[in-house]
């Protein structure tokens, strides 16, 4: 059980990260890829979801649609403060640093199931101040998302909550098409857990929750086209 003093020192962890990470996004030059979720962003805005695939840079475009809708809300962002190049490139890398904070506290959710309280605050400031995470932010690499999405389906699946860890799934599909990798994991853990279940009722379930997933991600594509 979690008391008002874990929560603090937490909090604390998560704001040293938040101080730090943006921080070197002011010092740390941006990576070219930033130049790619910036002018992504920008060609949702400007053309739309329907056309966005089939212009010039939105056929270079590897990324699903959820991905390039957070491009396009944080350009359009940029376009509201009328933010020079050095902030555009500042902005467009944010969505990361908000990634990886909320992760942080999933993160602590989850190792919190298995070690002590004082443990897990010790992993999650191991994990928020990760070299590999600090060079995924100041690149704003999308890999921040995919991140997110993981730890959270993986808690959800721990918390036994199917439909939950269905749709982290889904959405983690929707922001990077690596995640098809981790994907057959949850699916095989899901089926293994309705076994064990001895239940129709359980694989009812499992399937059920892999059509909504299906819808969803059919539902939220459907946008695009």
Known sequence: MQTKKEIKYLNYIALSFFIVAVALLFIVPHHNDCYYFWRWGSDLLDFGTTKFYSHAYGTANEYPPLTILICGLFSWFARVVHANEYF?????????????????????????NYTSLKNSLILSAIF????????????????????FFVLAALLCFVKNKQFLTILMCALGMLVKLQFIFVLPIFALALL??????????????????????????????????
């Not at 928020?128 to 991140?147: E, N």
């Open 88 to 112: 555009t490139y500042i902005i467009v890398r944010l969505p990361q640093v908000f990634f990886v904070l909320a992760s942080i506290y999933v993160f602590f959710k989850l190792v919190s």
């Open 128 to 147: 928020a101040f990760a070299p590999a995470i600090m060079i995924t932010i100041m690149w704003g690499q999308a890999d921040c998302f995919t991140l």
């Open 192 to 225: 293994v857990r309705a076994i064990k279940e001895k239940s129709v009722k359980g694989g009812e379930t499992l399937m059920l929750l892999s059509c909504q997933f299906s819808n969803l991600f059919v539902n939220i594509s459907a946008i695009f086209n």
